[in-house]
């Protein structure tokens, strides 16, 4: 089972949209892992045993995972590439 | 049916101004007045894109989503400003700024009961079409027709 942090400012409005594509982009493709929500402000303390972080906001830090800037779920342009690095990530 | 989440007066069409803080001024003053928000929510919406910036790059011009924590909203609301020159926000996660033409705020109070809404609003901004046509709109109403068309395509789900 693999794990996912979906994150943005404020866990409400573009991490929601993009988990949720994220969710069903992993089902299609066979990949089962548990997609989270969270604030950019909480990825220090919930990124432990975390495979990869997607960040609609910018992160500055390194926590140890991967990041995968999240614009393309919101945007809709580079939407296919994004996707292929997740699952090049979780593979 | 009007959907719970318009307002025609959320909706400010052809406007000229020169910052994403006038824009938020504008909108967050209809938000606090008709008591959809807390008296700080203009505040909310300058801080929280400065932190979290909402620009987005889409066709044929940017659009951006300038939103606060839930905790800021009382009762969920959408609204548009149309602009007629761009207006520099910085693109979401990065550095970079981009000039924005349509701005769709996103006053929710709970994102996860109007998942539908926040997916609908998010699926248009990816098309041209819908932009193009938000910017050759003139009047609230025909606005207003038209978001509430599109919302109302999901409603069934979200009805509770």
Redesign the interface.
């Known amino acids: 089972m693999k794990k996912v942090l979906v994150a ?3 866990a ?3 991490s ?2 993009a988990a ?1 594509k994220i969710r069903e982009l992993l089902k299609v493709n066979n990949i089962k892992a548990d997609v989270q929500q969270c604030r ?1 402000s909480e990825l220090s303390s919930k990124s432990d045993g975390v495979d990869l972080i997607v ?4 992160v500055d830090r390194d926590y140890g995972v991967p990041v995968i ?3 393309a ?5 580079g939407l296919d590439k994004t996707k292929q690095q997740i699952l090049e990530t979780l593979k | 049916m009007m959907n719970k989440l318009l307002d025609k007066d959320l909706i400010f069409l052809n406007m000229e101004a020169t910052s994403s803080t006038e824009i938020f001024k504008n909108l967050g003053t209809v938000m606090i007045q008709k008591g959809y928000a807390n008296d700080n929510y203009i505040e909310g919406l300058i801080n929280r894109e400065a932190n979290f910036p909402t620009g987005i790059p889409a066709e044929p011009v940017a659009v951006a989503i300038p939103h606060t924590d839930a905790s800021f909203v009382k009762e969920s609301k959408i609204g548009l400003m149309t602009l007629l020159n761009p207006v520099n926000f910085t693109i979401m996660g990065s550095d970079s700024e981009i000039g924005v033409q349509v701005v769709i705020l996103l006053g929710l109070a709970d994102s996860q009961h109007h998942l539908k809404a926040l997916q609908t609003v998010i699926s248009l901004i990816q098309e041209p079409s819908f932009i193009k046509q938000l910017l050759s709109i003139s009047t609230q109403e025909v606005a207003l027709e038209l978001l509430n068309q599109e919302l109302n395509l999901t409603i069934e789900e979200e009805v509770k």
């Open positions: 943005c400012g404020g409400v409005a573009t929601t949209v949720n950019v960040s609609t906001a910018k800037h999240g614009l779920f919101i945007s809709g342009i």
